[in-house]
């Protein structure tokens, strides 16, 4: 305890000398017993910097993150605040608007208008009620019960407004208005006349003795027709009739013209130029898919829709066009167009020749057949129902060329004798326009397909189906083509294929053959045979020609042949590769 007593004796002497020390300096410092003072200056080893404009700029930015946002400035250099962005727009006014706001700000004819977080049937309810009854609630107000306007008509009608009146009144409104109404009609009794409202043709007794609202109409026997009116009507009818007959039963009516562009129509030995040369013979029977183009036929100044050879011979090449003509073309010698026939006044849908040639049929969309002679190009005879024919053809059989078959687009088919020109059959089950009529079972049969998906098979002469053909997986198919060996027939279905029915008894669809891989859909794109019945051809919608090998059902080539749609397209009778096709483009190519 001692020891501890002196320690703490000692300490508290050092802490009085320290604060003797500390209190007066000068006396320690001059006592010559203490120890000098050590003054040693303080140093940096960081530069001198001059933090004026530090400070400047630290202040600048401060001022720019505290004032609004100019709205005309394009580039903000700095984050900023909500309230900046939200603050409104102050100082001068804007240079290009005259009452000061930025057309970019503008979204009114008069300025800048705010949304109000208001409904606009609500809206609609308070405008239309002030402007009625001269109150409305004040949409500034944070509660909804307080209005402005004329506060007695509030308090005088409940604070209704025009979209919710009561139920009673509504129902006294009606009844007042009635009773306003009978008052008028009153008061306009009395200044009517007498003799008006006895007389029951008058509009005033009806008004007056009307009970439903179809009695205020005129009721009485129809008088007889003057003279005047008598005349009036058969004049009307007979012209009418006249209009009919000239317009619905023969069709548009046009001169025939024909106009021969070769050198001579006959030459020095009197043959005619249509004569088929004798030296035109098959080499051989075996047929080969062209390769290259060998002559270009442009004479149509619109598409071409179908295209046939002469019969036996092809060495000439008749096709109908979409600008109203037919043109027949040689294709053995110049190549050059040798006729050119002039008589629908509209497209010309499909051609068909006779059995020698000599005569040939158009069926246009002038809604007439007409009957051709390829030499002279004079019309035989001309045919219409009314109708567009959108197919036609003659009776294969030579006994029976005189007889006509058409497709029309009223669902029938129209038989007609040529010799007499009338109608001596009428094919009559169809459910769509007839597409298609193809000869089969040595012409004792003929089958047709139409715009309703079906095939149906006819016996020649009698109007009665036979067979018919339609599965709900089936298109519509608008060209059929027969195989040489008349067993098959090759039918163009919309759904982008070929598909193959037997001309036996039975007609039955072959699963087996089935050639696809062109884009048909929604084109009439003609298939056909080469005349050894190796091949299948058909175009498409491309502009393409397409070869399939009959037996293997492969593609075999593929040509481009037309911009657009390759339409019809014609294997060559004698000339075991040569091929012929016609397009929209309105030119003809002949392959080789």
Known sequence: MDLLQTYKDQNDEDIGELEDQTQNPISTTSSPEASPPRLLPAKSAAPKVDDTMLALTVAQAHQAHSRPIDPVQHVVAFNPTYDQLWAPIVGPAHPYAKDGIAQGMRNHKLGFVEDASIESFVFDEQYNTFHKYGYAADPSASAGNNYVGDLDALQKN????????????????????????????NDQEENVDKIELQNPSTD??????????????????????????????????????????????KGEILPDKSTFHGKEERDYQGRSWIAPPKDAKANNDHCYIPKRLVHTWSGHTKGVSAIRFFPKHGHLLLSAGMDTKVKIWDVFNSGKCMRTYMGHSKAVRDIWFCNDGTKFLTAGYDKNIKYWDTETGQVISTFSTGKIPYVVRLNPDDDKQNILLAGMSDKKIVQWDMNTGQITQE???????????????????????????????????????????????????????????????????????????????RFQLNKKKRFAGHIAAGYACQVNFSPDGRFVMSGDGEGKCWFWDWKTCRVFRTLKCHEGVCIGCEWHPLEQSKVATCGWDGLIKYWD
Do not use: C
């Open 158 to 185: 409940d604070a209704i407004t025009v979209y919710n009146i009561p139920q009673h009144e509504q129902k006294k409104r009606k009844i007042e208005k009635k009773e306003t109404e009978k008052e008028e009609g």
């Open 204 to 249: 005033t007794w009806l008004m007056k003795n009307r009970k439903s609202p179809w009695a205020g109409k005129k009721e009485g026997l129809q008088s007889e027709l003057t003279e005047e009116q008598k005349k009036y009507a058969e004049e009307y009818a007979k012209k009418k009739g006249e209009e009919r007959e000239r317009g619905g039963e």
């Open 427 to 505: 094919y009559d089950q169809h459910l769509g326009a007839v597409n298609t009529i193809t000869f089969v079972d040595n012409n004792r049969r003929f089958v047709t397909s139409s715009d309703d998906k079906s095939l149906r098979v006819w016996e020649f002469g009698i109007p009665v189906v036979i067979k018919y053909i339609s599965e709900p997986h089936m298109h519509s198919m608008p060209s059929i083509s027969l195989h040489p060996s008349t067993n098959y027939l090759a039918a163009q279905s919309l759904d982008n294929q070929i598909l193959i029915y037997s001309t036996r008894e």
